[in-house]
């Protein structure tokens, strides 16, 4: 009898630990940022450090956070600069966060432009890492012009999956063609729209006033 009670006792316990494991889950935060490097866009980095430093500040133990540059062929992991789960242990989270900046640090000081922007590789490179990390809520910034230039033989005409996925385009700026006909800058940003959302992305947004918009980066919700 000892015995059962002492089974039940076991499994309860076990049930109890994996419910609270699927609950810390569910609420925590998941960030794949691509950073465009090409052409003059490189130049905006220091407006990218401002996100990272808004995303390491806000974002808790258990969440995930990755950076990745944009370049000729982005659909790849040695593209990724920096990338970490944050430590339940908030002393080790803080220590990971440092050694996260110090990356991105060393990172900026170096980037140089890329000739072409395969924005679909990087994208289709953070929903792996994404799905593969698991988190509660996943977003993907995209921190570029939008303006996809791919090289020779490069193929991203076809169908992308971004199932349960958050995406943010920051800081869309506009090119000289855009100037001289603002319905190629719209339509730009009207494609993307409707690809991700077809893709299965539960939520495009577009955020280009970053000193006062930063906190929709985030789903905190």
């Given at each position: 009898m000892?015995?059962?009670?002492?089974?039940?006792?076991?499994?309860?316990?076990?049930?109890?630990?994996?419910?609270?494991?699927?609950?810390?889950?569910?609420?925590?935060?998941?960030?794949?940022?691509?950073?465009?490097?090409?052409?003059?866009?490189?130049?905006?980095?220091?407006?990218?450090?401002?996100?990272?430093?808004?995303?390491?500040?806000?974002?808790?133990?258990?969440?995930?956070?990755?950076?990745?540059?944009?370049?000729?062929?982005?659909?790849?992991?040695?593209?990724?600069?920096a990338k970490v789960t944050f430590d339940r242990r908030p002393s080790q989270a803080n220590l990971e966060k440092r050694a996260f900046n110090q990356k991105i640090d060393a990172f900026a000081k170096s980037v140089r432009g890329s000739a072409y922007t395969d924005i679909t590789g990087g994208v289709i490179q953070a929903a792996e890492y994404l799905n593969e990390?698991?988190?509660?809520?996943?977003?993907?910034?995209?921190?570029?012009?939008?303006q996809e230039e791919l090289g020779k033989g490069t193929v991203r005409d076809f169908p992308i999956k971004l199932d349960g996925i958050r995406i943010v385009a920051l800081n869309v700026t506009k090119l000289g063609t855009d100037n001289a006909d603002p319905r190629i800058y719209l339509d730009r940003l009207a494609r993307w729209e409707a690809r991700v959302r077809q893709a299965g992305a539960t939520e495009w947004v577009m955020v280009n006033d970053l000193e006062n918009n930063m906190e929709s980066i985030l789903n905190t919700r």
């Open positions: 000892k015995s059962c009670k002492h089974w039940l006792l076991a499994g309860l316990l076990l049930w109890l630990g994996l419910s609270g494991c699927a609950d810390n889950r569910a609420h925590t935060n998941g960030v794949y940022l691509l950073l465009d490097t090409s052409g003059s866009y490189a130049q905006e980095i220091g407006k990218a450090r401002k996100i990272i430093n808004y995303l390491l500040a806000n974002l808790n133990s258990g969440d995930s956070l990755a950076v990745a540059r944009v370049e000729s062929k982005s659909f790849s992991e040695k593209d990724i600069v990390a698991n988190p509660g809520n996943k977003t993907i910034i995209i921190f570029s012009d939008m």
